[in-house]
């Protein structure tokens, strides 16, 4: 394949940005040709409402994607998307997070607590049922009130029609498209393989959203449900379900150039935002974020280094706040590389201009831009206020179960559609099962000291911005402390039994309790109403503002958008690809064995199992090198248009069969959550070759490539 790239900056002056963007939802897909792409199946294999595709083997799992890849159920994803549960299922004795986790049997499979399943099974369009509940002159807080009491009598509606399956509408386009799918929710999911964590998470936080990648991201578990075929939560009595489809791996894998493709569940996009938001997001949003972030991450390795229970309870949070806060970082690196505020100001500009430029336009959007404007600067003055009170939130995890018992208490009393969604009957025991799992991961020390930093900021804002539950404490840091000391003292939420007993009680009874968290819960809980009301009226403000925005822009360039990812299934295809990320510095597309020798290194996720080392020198590949290579090919880069909520997707050939799992993008390309580029915007998967190899070699799991009908000698 050629390999001259323009440089990276010359390119992005000669070529505009608002390039094509390819998350396409399934109903999109008849308008690619595809075949001309490289597909060598056709689409209706993909994508078949009539009959059984490939899209039925396709999961969401948490906030990834997964993949059926035997009739038995078996999933393949991510390690990083299976982390909660390995490490739910740790303890210091058997440590799986460090060393893996092999069953050698269907009855050594271990539940991963919390984790759920589901299969899209259906979808249609329901804007016009959504938008008939919007009335004119409504204020903005009176319609996402109404938009939200229609969606939940559609999905009731839904759910009724058809036992056993969950319904949920996307909202494709802000406030002007909406779509109700049809899901199959599997309750019972067991771990089967995870690697190593020097080889699942091999580099750590270094090589996170980093090319070259050496990392092996992906374990395998399997979904069970009842004797009957219906979903159920775990029982020794399950059965491993039977998928319609499954996927067939393809264990020669590709070699660059080649044709892929990519189905799965993208979480967010922001393109169709104005310059108001995303200034907003480069100037004070992301950066205040990642800053406390930061903070917390140094703090609690500090406690994690010196203490073993810390390392174990922290690790999911640490894991967490660091794949966020550098995701962050590299966007803010991609905003300023890109100057992309000032691009879209100066496209809005042109924008206001077409606007102007006829009677009608100005009518209907002659303050549209503006009105954008005003909605993101209440925003921004309110920031450091919202800011505080959600990390204050996010700084206790006995402190957030208060409130949600104190929201529980109220939100219970109420008949059920009217509840918040999280309170509704279909959503309570799901609330439940993550509060348990989240109580378990209690830290004190960590809640302590984050707690009491975040009531001293919170007492650091100007008087007209007192947050009146905490204004009786003063603002001395000490007495702070202290408070926080006692209340996390004798606080009984420390006991997951207790706390999780008082969800969905009634207030008299919560009061009844004297316990000091749930008191200050309690006296916060009008204050975080509010808040939710204000987002409730500025959403309001921006459904009907982007809806707006989306058509005028439509208007004025003459086509059609595809909607910004919203966890619903979407398609994407490109090749295997490397880039140039500057001047000079050409990437290649795929990684191999010798580098994670190359890196290895006696220290946390550079300990490469010697045993792998031992394999890979013998050169022991058995029918996994690439041919090109000579090698064990670890990791590969392409040019499909993912973000996050893609990690476990499955990489799919022009023969739709399974030759990686997508797990992150390159430096370059965290910033396509705003701007998508086929020169900078490259994913990365694990391939397909070194997970036969290293579950076989390495983790012995040779049953596991039977299963998926793959010869491992
Ligand atoms: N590694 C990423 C994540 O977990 C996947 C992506 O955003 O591309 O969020």
């Not at 390999?3 to 002056?13: E, G, I, R, S």
């Not at 690196?333 to 890109?338: F, H, I, N, P």
């Not at 989306?550 to 004025?556: F, H, L, P, S, T």
Request: hydrophobic fraction near 35%; include cysteine; glycine fraction near 6%.
């Amino acid at each position: 394949m050629k390999k001259a790239f323009l440089p990276f900056l010359l390119t992005l002056l000669l070529f505009p940005l608002r390039a094509d963007e390819g998350m396409w939802p399934l109903s999109e897909l008849h308008k690619l040709d595809l075949r001309s792409k490289g597909l060598q199946i056709d689409s209706q294999e993909i994508y078949n409402p009539q009959g059984v595709s490939l899209i039925d083997g396709i999961v969401q799992l948490g906030g990834c994607t997964g993949s059926f890849v035997s009739s038995e159920g078996l999933i393949v994803t991510n390690h990083h998307c299976a982390f909660g549960a390995v490490q739910a299922a740790s303890s210091q004795e058997k440590d799986y997070v460090s060393d893996g986790f092999t069953a050698t049997s269907r009855r050594e499979e271990i539940p991963a607590k919390g984790y759920t399943v589901r299969i899209t099974e259906s979808y249609r369009d329901v804007s016009a049922q959504v938008l008939k509940a919007v009335k004119t002159g409504m204020s903005p807080l009176a319609r996402t009130k109404a938009v939200e009491k229609r969606i939940k009598e559609i999905v009731a509606d839904a759910e009724k029609k058809n036992p056993g399956k969950r319904a949920e509408v996307a909202e494709m386009f802000s406030g002007k498209s909406y779509v109700l799918f049809l899901y199959t929710y599997l309750k019972d999911l067991r771990l089967v393989y995870v690697p190593p964590r020097s080889i699942g998470e091999f580099a750590g936080e270094d090589d996170n959203w980093v090319w070259p990648r050496h990392t092996g991201d992906f374990s395998f578990l399997r979904a069970y449900v009842a004797p009957n075929g219906e979903a159920a939560e775990f029982s020794d009595k399950n059965i491993p379900y039977k998928p319609r489809k499954f996927l067939k791996v393809n264990p020669k894998g590709v070699e660059e150039g080649d044709f892929t493709f990519i189905l799965g569940y993208p979480g967010r996009t922001y393109r169709h935002m104005g310059a108001a938001y995303l200034s907003y997001e480069e100037e004070v949003r992301m950066p205040t974020s990642a800053q406390l972030s930061e903070s917390w991450i140094a703090q609690m390795e500090e406690m994690s280094s010196k203490n073993p229970e810390a390392a174990l309870k922290l690790s999911s949070r640490i894991k967490g706040l660091a794949n966020g806060s550098k995701n962050y970082r590299g966007k803010l690196a991609g905003l300023q590389r890109l100057g992309l505020v000032k691009k879209w100001r100066e496209d809005e500009k042109r924008l206001q201009e077409f606007i102007l430029a006829s009677p009608e336009r100005k009518r209907l959007y002659g303050s549209l831009l503006q009105d954008l404007e005003n909605v993101y600067s209440e925003i921004r003055n309110q920031s450091d206020y919202t800011s505080t009170l959600d990390s204050l939130l996010r700084s206790s995890t006995l402190l957030s179960t208060a409130l949600s018992l104190q929201e529980a208490a109220a939100e219970r009393a109420k008949p059920d559609i009217e509840r918040d969604g999280p309170y509704m009957d279909r959503n309570f025991p799901r609330l439940r099962a993550g509060l348990e799992l989240s109580l378990k991961n209690v830290y004190l020390p960590a809640e302590e000291t984050f707690l009491t930093e975040r009531l001293i900021k919170a007492a650091s804002l100007p008087s007209s911005q007192t947050i009146p539950a905490l204004a009786p404490l003063g603002k001395d840091p000490d007495a702070l402390k202290a408070f926080v000391s006692k209340v996390i003292r004798e606080t009984r939420l420390k006991d997951p039994v207790f706390a999780l007993k008082l969800l969905g009680q009634p207030p008299e009874l919560l009061t009844k309790q004297r316990d000091p968290l749930l008191q200050l819960a309690g006296a916060l809980y009008p204050t975080y109403k509010k808040l939710k009301e204000t987002r409730q009226k500025q959403n309001g403000e921006l459904d009907t503002l982007y809806a707006k925005f989306i058509d005028v822009r439509m208007e004025w360039m003459k086509r059609d958008f595809v909607p910004d990812a919203n966890s619903t299934l979407r398609f994407t295809y490109g090749r295997i690809r490397g880039y140039s990320p500057r001047n000079a510095v050409t990437y290649e597309p795929l990684t191999t064995f010798a580098g994670v020798v190359e890196k290895t290194a006696e220290k946390p996720f550079y300990n490469t199992p010697a045993k792998a080392v031992e394999l890979w020198k013998a050169k022991d590949f058995g029918p996994f090198a690439s041919s090109k290579l000579k090698d064990i090919p670890v990791a590969m880069l392409y040019d499909m248009d993912t973000t996050g909520g893609n990690s476990g997707s499955p990489v799919l050939d022009a023969k739709g069969e399974l030759v990686g799992i997508n797990f992150d993008r390159a430096w370059e390309a965290t910033v396509n959550d705003y701007a998508w580029s086929s020169l900078y915007s490259r994913s990365i998967a694990v391939d397909i070759r070194y997970v036969l190899w290293v579950t076989s070699r390495v983790g012995g799991a040779n049953n596991l490539l039977e299963e998926m009908g793959v010869t491992g000698n």
